[in-house]
């Protein structure tokens, strides 16, 4: 199904370690669409890595600068947009991602998100004496606003890259079909 036009964004979000790169790149590129990554591209613009803003601005200064970048780049056409874990904290990002396309939340156990990310030095909101606990207790907070936010929820635990985004594409079609009748 490489290069299936579906119409429309797809904004990924979902906990650190759920698949949002990763899967995005592949349904971009499935879809023919442009794939980027709100994190990367804050550190793009600022020259400076997430964990350096927490530090310098902390978790409200990079916030703000993630809302900008997802409010920027919701507003484009066929995108593929994967979100940071924490941009559905904000009520004006998930109205933005509502706005502008379907929104997929990529949902991962907490274990199987402890051993994605365990050794993840990238990760300011886990360099902290028990990463596992502080995984559950964002995991506990989000999950209903990801749920919210979400079009479709797709597991991410036991699938491969293929096989997660021949289901999203199936998923979308799906969709985007009913969303036509």
Known sequence: MPGMKLPGN?????MMGAGKTTVGRALAKATGKQFHDSDHEIEARTGVRVPIIFELEGEAGFRAREAAMIAELAEQQ???LATGGGA???PANRAVLRRYGYVIYLRASVDDL????AHDKNRPLLQTANPRERIREL???RDPLYRDVADLVIDTSRQSV????QALLAKLEQLHANRQA
């Not at 797809?10 to 979902?14: A, M, Q, R």
């Open 78 to 80: 066929d995108v593929v």
């Open 139 to 141: 995991f506990e907070v």
């Open 88 to 90: 559905v904290l904000d």
């Open 162 to 165: 293929q096989q997660l985004t």
């Open 114 to 117: 402890y051993q994605r990310t």
């Open 10 to 14: 797809f904004f990924l979000v979902g």
